[in-house]
């Protein structure tokens, strides 16, 4: 269940409400229902104007076997519902007795309005991790993580965590091996686990980098499978090798050296939570030797490779 309100942000309701569909399609039916709640019912618009139906949220009757998430919005939407006693009401009803109860993004302040966030461990959009702190600081807030469980509370960051949220949740339901092929299904390019970080180091080299380096970039992800030298990347910047060591390290803030390591291992590690064995896996990344990739990896996570893949990754 979803509750939803005027000016709610449709991709805390659309990404989730995919998964879910998509997991009760493959799955034969029957598994999940996807019910949408709102205080007045009917037709609510979403933040880009959209409608979307609605039950009343005073009319449903939750069982033990229900989970229900609240949607998050901007910051003049979301301070009405955390006012509107109706959503209290039912976020306080799902604490009670769902089997699952909590937010995606920003409704993660819902569940701070309606009193339920004492004592709990707790993820929301980083933009907004200092405030929750402020309003509620009897609640632990994770500063950057994808999502968080708590018992029965599930609460998530930036809206497209919500997706990563429902896909733990669907394999908590209906195992790994299905929850990997919702991810095929919906194209999903990497499955995160909730202990990720919402920051992603690609993105934030690719805004670094824009001015100057944003081809070269480009030509690092395309290439993370080959043995690659600084001295390649000078010559794709068409600079000298000084040069290029001096001025990339200005703009990014990391060598140029570092930075391909980084890469790298990132690489490594999505190969790994996609199924591929750790002697596949050091080919891909360009390591001389298993133990080399090995000892990079663990410095790099704090875990072996072997053990993170068999934590992560989905079943066939």
């Known amino acids: 269940m979803f509750v939803i309100y005027e000016g ?5 309701l659309a990404g989730p409400m995919s998964v879910f569909t998509k997991a009760d399609e493959l799955a034969g039916g029957g598994r999940y229902q996807i019910v949408t709640a709102s205080p007045e019912g ?7 104007g959209v409608p979307v139906g609605s039950q009343t949220c005073s009319e449903l009757q939750l069982t033990q076997h229900d989970t229900v998430l609240v949607t998050g919005a901007g910051a003049d939407v979301l301070r009405r519902a955390m006012r509107h006693r109706a959503i209290l009401d039912l976020m306080c009803d799902a604490a009670q007795q769902a089997e699952r109860y909590g937010s995606i993004c920003s409704g993660t302040f819902i569940l701070g309005a309606a009193g339920l966030l004492t004592g709990k461990r707790v993820s929301t959009h980083w933009l907004a ?31 497209s965590t919500g997706i990563d949220m429902a896909m733990a949740m669907a394999e908590a339901d209906l195992g790994g091996a299905l929850a990997a092929r919702v991810a095929r299904h919906l194209v999903m390019y990497a499955r995160r686990p909730g202990h990720q970080s919402q920051f992603s180091s690609f993105l934030e080299a690719q805004q670094a980098g824009n001015q100057c380096f944003g081809t070269l970039i480009d030509w690092i992800e395309n290439h993370l499978g080959e043995r690659i030298l600084v001295e390649d990347l000078a010559e794709v910047a068409g600079m000298s090798t000084r040069t290029f060591h001096r001025k990339f390290t200005a703009a990014m803030q990391i060598t140029p050296a570092r930075y391909l390591e980084e890469r790298k291992m990132e690489w490594a590690k999505r190969l790994l939570e996609a199924g591929h064995s750790v002697k596949t896996v050091t080919g891909k990344s360009g390591f001389s ?22 934590l992560n990754q989905y079943g066939d």
Do not use: N
């Open 8 to 12: 709610f942000e449709l991709l805390d």
């Open 42 to 48: 009917g037709a609510v618009s979403c933040s880009a």
């Open 129 to 159: 991790t200092g405030q929750l702190s402020t309003l509620y600081p009897q609640a632990d807030t994770s500063p950057d993580l994808l999502y968080v469980v708590d018992g029965r509370m599930w609460t998530s960051a930036g809206v």
């Open 289 to 310: 030797s298993e133990a080399a990739f090995r000892t990079a990896f663990t410095e790099r996570f704090g875990i072996p490779p072997s053990l993170h893949a068999k």
